[in-house]
């Protein structure tokens, strides 16, 4: 079954630090994974995309790495702000029109 | 900058009503969805378009029916709305091959009393 798991479901960090969120996933096949940030109230807002021959990704304080071998995936966000408060949801693409959502991990940075 | 608008931010309805929901993109993208989100399951695929007049179904369209008469728009019908379909629903849209690009709208909180 075509699953992503992401993992903690939801974290708390203090203003400054760095923080890293993992993602498994169980689809096959595989085409690509992508990073979404979803602030409260509004539709997500996409971070990095990343293929199989692709390890790391980086969008500002956001790196993303990926090992297509162990089907793993993390985002790894450095120097955290109080707007990096937020969902942050992985989502994998499969062949054809398949795309499957994480249930994503809810972020709160603390000041 | 692609814009995916919703026409409503929240909405509530009761048991039984028709309960439209509609979704307008202006970048010209053919493929269009609609999502549901709720605690802990994440974003779930109603229906999605990839064409005018062309629909297929999701994971979970039970309960529901959409509508795509223009290329820049969207609707999701549901034809008699229940209150396990209280739900934030977000709609999203994409070229015809870059299925993994999607763009958001930002959602449409809807309760079902």
């Known amino acids: 079954k075509n699953q992503v798991e992401q993992s903690p479901q939801s974290l708390i960090i203090l203003e400054g630090k760095n923080c890293t969120l993992q993602?498994?996933?169980?689809?096959?096949?595989?085409?690509?994974l992508r990073w979404y940030k979803q602030d409260t109230g509004r539709g997500p807002v996409s971070l990095t995309i990343?293929?199989?021959?692709?390890n790391t990704k980086s969008n500002g304080r956001y790196t993303a790495t990926l090992d297509a071998d162990t089907k793993q995936s993390s985002l790894h966000i450095t120097a955290s702000q109080l707007s990096d408060s937020a969902s942050y949801i992985c989502v994998v693409r499969t062949g054809g029109f398949k795309t499957i959502f994480g249930a994503g991990t809810r972020l709160f940075v603390k000041a | 900058d692609v814009k995916v608008t919703q026409s409503s931010r929240y909405l509530v309805k009761r048991t039984g009503e028709k309960v439209f929901l509609e979704c307008v993109q202006d970048m010209d993208h053919e493929n269009m969805f609609w999502y549901r989100q709720d605690p802990g399951l994440g974003l779930r695929l109603i229906y999605f378009?990839?064409?005018?007049?062309?629909?297929e179904k999701g994971d979970i369209p039970e309960g529901y029916s959409v509508s795509r008469e223009k290329k820049e728009r969207f609707s999701l019908i549901l034809e008699s709305a229940s209150t396990n379909q209280t739900s934030m629903y977000l709609c999203?849209?994409?070229?015809?091959?870059?299925?993994?690009?999607?763009?958001f709208g930002p959602g449409t909180r809807l309760l079902v009393l």
């Open positions: 378009s990839y064409d005018v007049k062309m629909k």
């Open positions: 999203a849209s994409s070229q015809r091959e870059r299925l993994e690009t999607q763009y």
């Open positions: 990343m293929t199989f021959s692709e």
């Open positions: 993602c498994n996933y169980t689809v096959s096949p595989f085409s690509n």
